[in-house]
């Protein structure tokens, strides 16, 4: 690159100047982030705490999580009291520890959160329920326990934004069951009443806005169907948000409730309360009479990714259980429905093994849409040892795979058992992990119980192999390693393995009770990130074990754990925040560059500005903190992160607008165009980020300029896309100029402008060129010259010939043309062919063009006449020659003088004449004679009869026709009457038939070198009569005329008869006498009759219809 640049040094910062990255805030994977925090600080150690198995921490909107449990021994200062605390993601508190009922029992009065209270994330905060036994306000049954649901909302930080709230059935001991947070950002709480006298438990919920405000009543879920049979529902799987404001709920009742036994069912309600569907007993279609236990203990229910719900239980004895003979007759089933209740599948049975009692062990959404189902066979009969199979479905219910025995089969010979509520976990790509531990047994970790995980992809193949978490620490496997399944628990972008190990290698604790929690972080594929690391580490005096894992949004994750104190049973609870997943690197974002200027002089600065910067912070990207740097290229690039001129660096902390804007700093550069990019500053690790914006400045170095044709005639017209000026990008103005608005052309209209010299304007905007930004140019507007034309010629016949020497332009030196002219190519003179104009007005027009190039025109008219049209030249117009006809016998007759010079030979027949032995054309002035026959024969020929202009050697030809002109039928033509006699006139002898109209068609004999035109006379001599009696001339009739077809004779009979037609063609000929004829097979026309009768011979024209 040849281009040179200079940097304005204020506020510069040089290329090495670099914000250096700052450390992640997730830590390292598997790395401390926080201390052993205990739950409730040194107040709570004397107390006895305990955490819910499900609902004990939730992950809050703002990154924060939240934890909530329960200390016994009057820490609330009577009894059992429970607690919150709000940390941040580094594990640091942001609330104090909350006791959640102080604004209505601020004594701590009975017993709250017996069992753990529940917390739920909301959009905004959270909500934390509980029970409370025997507190104030708490109601039940008369002599049965005093107990009551509560619950209150709490923002991100843990501020309150709700009073306490009771929920309660009247005279009733009410227990909190489960509590569901909504994507409409409310929650519902479900509850049982527990009734000891009968143990006719029913389940009541109730919906609630974010802000604790009650949505609905308190509702029976099953609309007191069940009120009458004892109910129960799962702990983790018991409601489902369905979105749309609904949500499901699934419970078992027994007693017979189905028909037989336990029963398994759910219901869809609205958030306001009303039920969406009925009950519903979901295996209806395969088993309507509930035969069997259905349910137990409590069926489960699952949104899927797509939207539909699923609900999955246990049937034991149903229609079509399987089990090893003498034991249970058991299998795992499930449903798939609408978010509205509508069936998509029917009953299905997930374990997919025969012959075995299949126990219903889990259920997992995937993150595709597909859903797992874990189940093992109970193997009581076969030395107890379960193993465990998963089992991929598709939203639709369809199985995506076969039942996949988790181990591969190298654990069969060991009891298999999965952590009840955290064994599987659904990964962020699709893939899912299952964790399960595995009873000591030669086919287990090696020395006591082991624990396993191995991920599987969504069609339920296998990823990677059975993984021991702990094999790089203890191979051997010493000791017992969470056997009854570790804690597994999806991250952002993989998954981390929690298990507890007693006896292992470095466990510490009581002598014989050596008891420790050690935690692995894995990718999505299940490729260890970090080793195994103990995570109560600097805490282990006590017996510590896994009770809680929470994901935080960062990637990391919170662990809560038990130390148990045998010596005193005051367990303690800890949390740990521990380094989790990288956060999956999302690429920056470089929106626009613009530049300060679209247009600068050489050297001089200007900036350019990147916006639209997205995702530039470290903790947005997953990376680090990005800048920005402006880089110079000659020409387009698709990588302008290799090559070019940096010109300018803006570090992360030098950003705008909240990191959304870089401007460089200022620079000038010499030659242009310039592509000037935006790239990230440095460039990121992952090859395929690699985001640009680009914009380009024009470096003008010279001022405007304009050059123009210098002159143009008055008379043009409008000239369209003229341009000369230089760079692109002005106006043009001045006379007659129109701008074209493109930057480059404009229009020049010289009538607009008139004649002279005129100055015309080019202007750029300012600051688009160095130097002078107007330029000017001149043009000419010629005036046209004055023409006229008077023509010399102003009517001429057609026959008269060409018309040389014509003239009347002025002035002289122009050009005529029009239709028959011929220029004379002298200034002044043309010539007329009228022949070739043909008849009519034509107009001639004289063109002169002066010295400057400028024509003008002036126009004359000249009119054709037609020649006044000859008699006999064409067939219609025939000269009649009956005179010359019946005439003395042998006695010629002679016609008087005729001349076919100035015929011609147009609209003649295309046939007839075939004797002829013209060249082509053998029609060339041809004379139209008609007669009409008598009967009698006649010679028919040409004679020479004048001096003047007699035709050639009197050579003619003869071509007769009959019927009318646009019938016309050929009957003989002649050539020469005696070609070797020199008689070279035309000759007929022909018989006429009386009443024939005959047509005569003469010509001369025309070659290339022999022109017979002129005059002559026609001569015809009687040869023969014949006499012909008209009948309308007798006292004799013909009739009926016209006729049909018959024809009869009155007052003779004839001795023969002839018919012909109009052409003289015989038709018909009767030779004997007749009374009468017949016509018929004769088309409707005109005939002509002969009849003989005697010595005389009688002529009809008779008409048949």
């Known amino acids: 690159m040849s281009k040179i640049f200079n940097v304005r040094i204020a506020a510069f910062f040089s290329l090495f100047a670099l914000l250096l990255m700052s450390v992640h805030s997730w830590g390292q994977p598997c790395s401390h982030i926080s201390g052993n925090v205990t739950l409730g600080g040194a107040a709570h150690n004397p107390g006895f705490q305990e955490i819910h198995p499900v609902f004990a921490a939730a992950r809050l909107s703002n990154d924060n999580f939240v934890t909530a449990w329960t200390t016994r021994d009057a820490i609330d200062g009577d009894s059992t009291g429970c607690f919150f605390q709000v940390f941040d993601p580094s594990g640091m508190p942001v609330s104090s520890v909350v006791i959640p009922y102080t604004d209505i029992n601020p004594s701590g009065t009975g017993a709250q959160g017996l069992f753990g209270p529940m917390v739920a994330a909301l959009s905004n905060g959270f909500v934390m329920a509980w029970e409370s036994e025997d507190g104030p306000g708490d109601t039940g049954a008369p002599g049965d326990d005093q107990q009551d649901v509560y619950f209150r909302v709490y923002d991100n930080a843990g501020s309150p934004t709700s009073g306490t709230t009771r929920i309660s059935v009247a005279a009733q001991e009410d227990q909190l069951e489960f509590l569901l947070p909504l994507e409409n950002g409310g929650f519902v709480v479900l509850i049982r009443i527990d009734e000891d006298a009968v143990n006719n438990d029913d389940y009541y919920f109730q919906a609630f806005n974010a802000t604790g405000m009650a949505a609905s009543p308190l509702t029976n879920v099953s609309g007191g169907l069940h009120d009458a049979f004892f109910q129960t529902t799962d702990n983790q799987y018991a409601m489902a948000d369905l979105g749309n404001n609904r949500f499901g709920i699934t419970w078992e009742a ?147 795979s076969a039942g996949v025995e988790v181990s591969g089969g190298t654990q069969t010979d060991v009891y298999n058992v999965l952590h009840t509520e955290f064994g599987l976990a659904a990964l962020s790509n699709g893939n899912f992990v299952v964790g399960w531990g595995a009873f000591p047994g030669t086919q287990g970790d090696g020395n006591g119980a082991g624990s396993f995980h191995r991920v599987f992809n969504s069609t339920g193949g296998a990823v990677t192999p059975v993984t021991l978490a702990y094999a790089d620490i203890n191979p051997m496997g010493t000791g017992d390693q969470s056997g009854t399944g570790p804690v597994v628990t999806a991250l952002e972008n993989g998954f981390t393995v929690v298990w507890n190990s007693i006896g292992g290698p470095g466990d510490a ?245 008139g004649t002279g010299t005129h100055t015309i304007t080019y202007t750029l905007p300012d600051g688009a060129v160095c130097g002078v930004n107007v330029a000017t140019a001149t043009i000419e507007v010629v005036a046209v010259p004055e023409v006229t034309f008077s023509s010399s010629l102003s009517n001429v016949n057609i026959t008269d010939g060409v018309q040389s020497g014509a003239t009347g332009g002025s002035p002289a030196g122009g050009v005529y043309s ?152 050929a009957l003989v033509c002649s050539e020469d009457e005696n070609f070797d006699a020199n008689l070279y006139n035309g000759f007929l002898e022909i018989e006429t038939v009386a009443g024939v109209e005959y047509r005569l068609m ?17 001569e015809v001599t009687l040869l023969e009569t014949v006499a012909v009696t008209d009948i309308e001339d007798t006292p004799f009739k013909v009739f009926p005329n016209p006729t049909s077809g018959t024809v009869r004779f009155d007052g003779f009979t004839p001795d023969w008869v002839t018919v012909t037609d109009q052409l003289g063609r015989s038709l018909r000929e009767w030779r004997k006498p007749v009374a009468e004829i017949n016509l018929d097979g004769l088309p409707a026309g005109m005939y002509l009759l002969q009849m003989g009768s005697g010595s005389e011979t009688y002529m009809a024209r008779l008409v048949k219809d």
């Open 1002 to 1018: 003469t010509d001369g004999f025309v070659q290339p070198d022999y022109v017979a035109v002129g005059a002559f006379c026609l």
């Open 254 to 400: 027994r007693d017979g409730a189905d028909g037989d036994r336990e029963g398994g069912y759910f219901r869809i309600f609205n958030t306001d309360g009303t039920p969406v569907t009925d009950v519903i007993m979901p295996y209806a279609d395969i088993n309507p009479m509930g035969t069997g236990s259905q349910g137990t203990p409590g069926p489960r229910m699952i949104r899927l990714a797509g939207g539909n719900l699923v609900v999955a239980w246990e049937s034991e004895d149903g229609p079509g259980d399987e089990g090893p003979v003498g034991d249970d007759q058991l299998d795992t089933y499930f449903r798939v429905y609408s978010p509205a209740g509508a069936a998509v599948s029917g009953t299905v049975k997930a374990n997919d093994l025969t012959g075995q009692e299949d126990k219903f062990r889990g259920i997992l959404a995937l993150e595709g849409g597909n859903f797992v189902i874990a189940f093992s066979p109970d193997k009581d009969l076969t030395g107890n040892t379960d193993d465990i199979y998963v089992r991929v479905f598709n939203a639709s219910g369809a199985a995506v």
């Open 818 to 969: 029009g239709p028959g002219v011929t220029d004379n190519g002298n200034g002044m003179t043309f010539s007329f062919d009228p022949a070739t104009a043909g008849v009519g007005m034509h107009t001639v027009t004289y063109t002169f063009t002066n010295t400057a190039g400028c024509t003008a025109a002036a126009t004359a008219e000249i009119t054709v006449e037609q020649a006044q049209a000859l008699d006999g030249d064409i067939c219609t117009d025939a000269i009649a020659i009956d005179s010359l006809f019946g005439g003395a016998l042998n006695v010629p007759v002679v016609s008087g003088l005729q001349d076919n010079t100035g015929y011609n030979g147009e609209n003649d027949p295309g046939a007839g004449y075939e004797c002829w032995i013209d060249a082509e054309p053998q029609l060339t002035n041809t004379i139209w004679y008609t007669f009409t026959g008598d009967g009698n024969k006649y010679r028919i020929r040409t004679v020479v009869c004048n001096t003047v202009n007699p035709i050639l050697n009197n050579d003619t030809q003869f071509a007769l026709y009959s019927g009318s002109c646009d019938e016309l039928t």
């Open 509 to 753: 604790g009581p002598t014989g009770k050596e008891e420790d929690t050690y935690h692995r972080v894995y990718d999505n594929m299940g490729a260890p990130l970090c080793g195994s690391i103990k995570t109560n580490s600097g805490n282990d005096a006590d017996e510590e074990s896994v009770r809680f894992v929470t994901a935080l949004h960062n990637g990391n994750f919170a662990v809560i754990y038990k130390n148990d104190e045998d010596v005193t049973n005051k367990d303690d609870y800890f949390l740990r925040v521990i380094g989790g997943t990288p956060p999956a690197f999302t690429c920056p974002t470089i929106g626009a560059a613009s530049p300060s200027v679209t247009t600068a002089c050489e050297f001089e600065f200007f900036t350019v500005t990147a916006t639209g910067l997205s995702d530039m912070a470290m903790s947005a990207n997953g990376e680090q903190n990005f800048g920005i740097r402006f880089v110079l290229f000659d020409s387009p690039t698709d990588d302008p992160y290799t090559g070019g001129i940096s010109l300018s660096s803006i570090p992360f902390d030098g950003l705008g607008a909240n990191g959304t804007t870089a401007m460089s700093n200022e620079f000038g550069i010499s030659a242009g165009p310039n592509q000037i990019y935006a790239v990230l500053q440095p460039a990121p690790a992952d090859s395929d980020c690699r985001p640009y914006a680009v914009t380009t400045v024009n470096i003008a170095t010279s001022p405007a300029s304009f050059s123009l044709s210098s002159t143009v005639c008055l008379n043009a017209g409008v000239q369209n896309g003229l341009e000369g000026g230089s760079p692109a990008g002005g106006v043009y103005s001045g006379p007659g100029v129109t701008d074209n608005g493109n930057g480059s052309t404009f229009n020049f209209d010289p009538a607009a402008a």
